[in-house]
């Protein structure tokens, strides 16, 4: 096991609590939210109580028998073996790979709307927010690069910011709501509109990360305890301001309109002319993207511990075994994956593939999650996280309504997954034949 460094060992409760914002309350997710209407309300819910509670629960339980850095690779090497625990650990990782490019573009689209126009059009422009994407996610690196105590002030500044957009925004929709009412009906039963379901993967993932700070393990006080309580208390704090924000959105714009990638803004905008405060927009919109900002660079520093453990076992090359390694490499994999997501694709649509591709390698893992908890006892909450794991899985393969081709777009989702999952047993193989017996 690799042995926790001094600089990181005061992580406390209250690092982890706003840490977990940070890493799991994703603002972006609430414009994407509002667009499928207000039956997303509901399944926010569903999620919550089906999935982010489970996982809540099983994260705890296991941060407390097994207070070991790594997380979710160790529990799984304990309840299923080596090669298990390293699919498991390669998926969580390359998801990140995935799931970075898509925060830094969505992040530099709500930034770039929020100037006049005809700059604002930028915000939808491929080759505009691609470029800035890169260089923001050059910045996170060379930000984590210079010290593992980039963990405590990227959780700080993410956390801090993502809860003052989402109050800001849901006093803004409740002042709107008193003075005019709601632009959306409120429904509650979701409606099955085939165009849509792709999203709905969306609402559990949304929810994933609270198993990010177990990475932690000995650099954490009293991680058991600490793991456990933070874990509830953000847990909390998370579902409430999905719900509250995605119904401010929905009170402030209609459904039909709004932008998965700039809805913060025209939210911001919506509430601005309504409420006669022109300073709304231009906040939500920093705010935002200082959110990202901090997601960025908590996921760029959780989960870089991941290549370091198999670099350190062999399972990959020794060059990963070095955090500024698996960092730099990182960088490197999501700029060049943000530029390919969007050959031969518009910008949402490249936009919803690397969702699309980040949710399919994040939920393998939270098979492994769930299984290695059942294995240990904790058969309820395992059940149900697994059942909302296979179905977020097979739903992340339904094109949506705005792909150029759906078979162009679901064989793209297949061989990159098929990708994932056989250069990992080629490499595992690979390894172990290596090994003298």
Same mark, same amino acid.
């Given at each position: 096991?690799?042995?926790?460094?001094?600089?990181? *060992?005061?992580?406390?409760?209250?690092?982890?609590?706003?840490?977990?914002?940070?890493?799991?309350?994703?603002? *972006?997710?609430?414009?994407?939210?509002?667009?499928?209407?207000?039956?997303?309300?509901?399944?926010?819910?569903?999620?919550?109580?089906?999935?982010?509670?489970?996982?809540?629960?099983?994260?705890?339980?296991?941060?407390?028998?097994?207070?070991?850095?790594?997380?979710?690779?160790?529990?799984?090497?304990?309840?299923?073996?080596?090669?298990?625990?390293?699919?498991?650990?390669?998926?969580?990782?390359?998801?990140?790979?995935?799931?970075?490019?898509?925060?830094?573009?969505?992040?530099?689209? @709500?930034?770039?709307?929020?100037?006049?126009?005809?700059?604002?059009?930028?915000?939808?422009?491929?080759?505009?927010?691609?470029?800035?994407?890169?260089?923001?996610?050059?910045?996170?690196?060379?930000?984590?690069?210079? +010290?593992?105590?980039?963990? !405590?002030?990227?959780?700080?500044?993410?956390?801090?910011?993502?809860?003052? =957009?989402?109050?800001?925004?849901?006093?803004?929709? +409740?002042?709107?709501?008193?003075?005019?009412?709601? $632009?959306?009906?409120?429904?509650?039963?979701?409606?099955?509109?085939?165009?849509?379901?792709?999203?709905?993967?969306?609402?559990?993932?949304?929810?994933?990360?609270?198993?990010?700070?177990? @990475?932690? +393990?000995?650099?954490?006080?009293?991680?058991?305890?600490?793991?456990?309580?933070?874990?509830?208390?953000?847990?909390?704090?998370?579902?409430?301001?999905?719900? #509250? +924000?995605?119904?401010?959105?929905? %009170?402030?714009?209609? =459904?039909?309109?709004?932008?998965?990638?700039?809805?913060?803004?025209?939210?911001?905008? $919506?509430?601005?002319?309504?409420?006669?405060?022109?300073?709304?927009?231009?906040?939500?919109?920093?705010?935002?993207?200082?959110?990202?900002?901090?997601?960025?660079?908590?996921?760029?520093?959780?989960?870089? *511990?991941?290549?370091?453990?198999?670099?350190?076992?062999?399972?990959?090359?020794?060059?990963?075994?070095?955090?500024?390694?698996?960092?730099?490499?990182?960088?490197? %994999?999501?700029?060049?994956?943000?530029?390919?997501?969007?050959?031969?694709?518009?910008? !949402?649509?490249?936009?919803?593939? #690397?969702?699309?591709?980040?949710?399919?390698?994040?939920?393998?893992?939270?098979?492994?999650?769930?299984?290695?908890?059942?294995?240990?006892?904790? !058969?309820?909450?395992?059940?149900?996280?697994?059942?909302?794991?296979?179905?977020?899985?097979?739903?992340?393969?339904?094109?949506?309504?705005?792909?150029?081709?759906?078979?162009?777009?679901?064989?793209?989702?297949?061989?990159?997954?098929?990708?994932?999952?056989?250069?990992? *047993?080629?490499?595992?193989?690979?390894? !172990?034949?290596?090994?003298?017996?």
């Amino acid at each position: 096991m690799v042995e926790a460094g001094p600089a990181l *060992r005061r992580l406390t409760a209250r690092d982890l609590v706003l840490f977990n914002i940070s890493a799991v309350a994703g603002i *972006r997710w609430l414009p994407a939210a509002a667009q499928a209407g207000s039956g997303s309300l509901v399944l926010w819910i569903t999620a919550a109580f089906l999935f982010f509670g489970p996982c809540a629960k099983v994260v705890a339980a296991l941060s407390q028998r097994f207070p070991e850095q790594g997380g979710i690779y160790p529990w799984t090497r304990r309840a299923w073996g080596d090669w298990h625990a390293f699919l498991c650990a390669w998926c969580y990782w390359l998801n990140n790979l995935f799931y970075a490019p898509g925060l830094a573009l969505s992040g530099v689209a @709500m930034a770039t709307s929020l100037a006049p126009p005809p700059y604002d059009e930028l915000a939808e422009n491929a080759r505009y927010t691609v470029a800035v994407s890169v260089a923001v996610l050059a910045g996170v690196v060379a930000a984590n690069l210079a +010290g593992l105590r980039a963990v !405590r002030w990227t959780g700080a500044a993410g956390g801090t910011a993502t809860y003052l =957009a989402g109050l800001i925004l849901i006093a803004a929709g +409740g002042a709107a709501w008193l003075e005019r009412g709601s $632009a959306t009906a409120i429904e509650i039963a979701p409606r099955l509109d085939w165009e849509k379901v792709n999203f709905w993967p969306q609402i559990a993932f949304a929810f994933g990360g609270l198993e990010l700070s177990a @990475m932690f +393990g000995g650099e954490i006080r009293d991680p058991g305890r600490t793991v456990r309580v933070a874990t509830w208390i953000s847990g909390a704090a998370i579902t409430a301001f999905y719900l #509250l +924000g995605t119904l401010a959105i929905l %009170v402030l714009i209609p =459904a039909g309109e709004v932008s998965v990638l700039t809805g913060l803004t025209q939210a911001g905008r $919506a509430a601005a002319g309504i409420l006669d405060a022109a300073w709304l927009a231009p906040a939500l919109g920093l705010l935002a993207a200082a959110s990202a900002a901090g997601q960025l660079g908590a996921w760029m520093t959780g989960t870089a *511990r991941l290549p370091m453990l198999l670099g350190v076992e062999h399972l990959l090359p020794r060059a990963f075994g070095s955090l500024r390694f698996s960092l730099l490499f990182q960088g490197a %994999v999501c700029a060049i994956l943000l530029v390919v997501s969007q050959h031969g694709e518009n910008l !949402r649509t490249g936009y919803q593939l #690397l969702v699309d591709m980040t949710v399919i390698t994040y939920f393998i893992p939270f098979l492994y999650l769930f299984l290695a908890a059942w294995r240990f006892g904790l !058969r309820l909450p395992a059940a149900s996280g697994l059942a909302v794991t296979l179905v977020a899985i097979a739903f992340s393969f339904i094109p949506p309504g705005g792909a150029a081709s759906g078979w162009v777009f679901f064989l793209k989702l297949v061989a990159g997954t098929g990708l994932v999952a056989g250069f990992a *047993r080629l490499r595992f193989v690979r390894v !172990r034949a290596a090994i003298p017996a």
